[in-house]
């Protein structure tokens, strides 16, 4: 049975920091494409960071772009996403993805497993 477990969210103030980890259950393929996405209520998910863990440059949104970092431990089978300066306007539910084969990073219909999400609240 697959299983995607996020971890690390928790409430912060702005310009705090967070480390969130999603580890996943053993899967056919051994190389995956695998991203952190976020959503807030009302809204549509939205990409903050990609890896292929194969190799290759990390992708992230602009949002995320300096302040955010993707990595991932093959040993653990973890993924983390190092948040850093934290505004309030990344208050969101966090939320892992695993993709066997994608076009997109940042488009989350091209994900097939989802974690059960982890909150993140950066107060003012």
């Known amino acids: 049975q697959v299983q995607l477990v996020e971890s690390g969210g928790g409430s912060v103030q702005a310009g705090g920091s967070l480390t969130l980890a999603c580890e996943h259950s053993?899967?056919?393929?051994?190389?995956?494409?695998m991203a952190w996405f976020r959503q807030t209520p009302g809204k549509q998910r939205e990409g903050v960071a990609g890896?292929?863990?194969?190799?290759?440059?990390?992708k992230y949104a602009d949002s995320a772009q300096g302040r955010f970092t993707i990595s991932y431990d093959s040993a653990k089978r973890t993924l983390y996403l190092r948040l850093n300066n934290l505004k309030p306007e990344d208050t969101a539910m966090y939320y892992c993805?695993?993709?066997?084969?994608?076009?997109?990073?940042?488009?989350?219909?091209?994900?097939?497993?989802w974690g059960q999400g982890t909150q993140v609240t950066v107060s003012p």
């Open positions: 993805g695993v993709s066997f084969g994608l076009r997109n990073w940042y488009q989350s219909f091209e994900y097939n497993y």
């Open positions: 053993e899967f056919t393929y051994s190389k995956l494409h």
């Open positions: 890896l292929y863990t194969g190799g290759g440059s990390p």
